[in-house]
């Protein structure tokens, strides 16, 4: 959760949200599985964001 937060807090402080080139942001997907590279034991874990980064991802996006 804390490193959402401050990755959405430091988008906000570098005012790249009042561009007018800004597109938005990309966010990784969510699966059962993910892993860098493929095939190893690179596993991203949380797998499925929890509630609450789901919540603060809905306000802050």
């Known amino acids: 959760m804390d490193y959402v937060a401050a990755a959405l807090d430091a988008l906000d402080a570098s005012g790249v ?3 007018p080139a800004f597109l938005g942001t990309a966010l990784w ?3 059962r599985f993910m892993a860098w590279p493929p095939h190893s034991d690179g596993v991203f874990l949380p797998a499925q964001p929890s509630a609450e980064v789901l919540a603060l991802l809905a306000e802050r996006l």
């Open 17 to 19: 949200r009042e561009n």
């Open 29 to 31: 997907g969510w699966s």
